[in-house]
């Protein structure tokens, strides 16, 4: 079953054990080379001039995304995405279980293969839709098409005189969108902006209530986490503590706050969770109106 959820057949099948049995050797192996593969992706897509590319991802900001993309937390992620996490019983050490894979694809094949390594990180979405910057158009138009269509949109990637060059299209939309780049992933980024500047010109990018409709009460906290999620709106900050108490009933208080916007609210009540609702209702209707 291994085999299948990782698209490799081992030419040595007791390393699979080694995989199961959390193998030092294979977890320290598969860490070294996931460090070199990540920098080595992000060096090779990123880093050199072109199109002003220093003030789009700076050499600090590729550093703090590199230990993201390193980072127990996302390969974790990875193993359950890849449902992993139907075969391996240690669930505290899901990461060590990812590395221990690549470790042991590296002393398997003769071959290290990129292709096998971006399967086991779905690596153009693991990159292109966690980088947080404004000018991440590719994300931008990811969302578009997502949230219309149910789908991502769809591109291709071909090499002419050295450069990439990437076309975009859109559902319902004819035309398609084609822009060059030394780098795949600057050629999705600048296809993109051209899909972007289209849907912009026709006014046809989505708006918050597209997104989520309109406030709703009861679901107020989870709009405006989706509202984040889809880039409108930075982290809504929540912070609670208990006021006092009333004839000996504690009065809890919750504060919302987002960055980008001047206004913050505050909710009393008994409840916890009744006092974060009725904050991030008022922080809700206060941005679907400043939009």
């Known amino acids: 079953m291994l085999e299948e959820l990782i698209k490799y057949e081992f030419n040595n099948k007791r390393i699979i054990d080694e995989i199961k049995n959390l193998d ?60 992993l996490d139907e075969i391996f019983d240690n669930n505290t050490r899901y990461y060590d279980y990812f590395k221990a ?26 990159i292109l839709l966690n980088i947080e910057n404004d000018k991440n158009y590719y994300k931008h138009i990811y969302s578009w098409n997502k949230n219309k269509f149910k ?43 051209l ?26 906290v989870n709009q405006l986490q989706e509202l984040f999620v889809k880039g409108f709106i930075n982290e809504p900050q929540y912070k609670i503590a208990m006021k006092g108490s009333n004839n000996g009933i504690d009065i809890w208080k919750c504060r919302i706050l987002i960055d980008g916007y001047k206004e913050s609210f505050s909710s009393e009540d008994t409840s916890k969770k009744t006092a974060k609702r009725n904050a991030a209702f008022q922080m809700l209707k206060y941005i679907m109106e400043e939009k």
């Open 24 to 83: 030092d050797r294979l977890i320290n192996l598969g860490d070294i080379y996931i460090n070199y593969y990540v920098s080595m992706k992000l060096n090779k897509e990123f880093l050199y001039e072109e199109d002003g590319i220093k003030s789009l991802f700076d050499l600090d900001y590729l550093n703090n995304f590199k230990i993201r993309l390193v980072s127990n937390d996302f390969l974790s992620e990875r193993i359950v995405k890849l449902h």
């Open 101 to 126: 894979i690549i470790g042991a694809y590296i002393l398997d094949t003769l071959e290290i293969k990129d292709s096998f390594i971006d399967y086991l990180y779905n690596t153009d979405d693991s």
């Open 151 to 193: 789908e991502a949109p769809k591109f291709t990637i071909n090499i002419d005189n050295d450069k990439y060059v990437c076309n975009i299209s859109l559902n319902d939309i004819n035309d398609t969108f084609k822009a060059s780049a030394n780098t795949k992933y600057l050629a999705m980024i600048n296809a993109s902006q």
């Open 195 to 220: 899909a972007y500047k289209y849907l912009e010109d026709n006014n046809m990018l989505l708006k918050m209530e597209d997104i989520v409709g309109y406030p709703d009460i009861d679901k107020c």
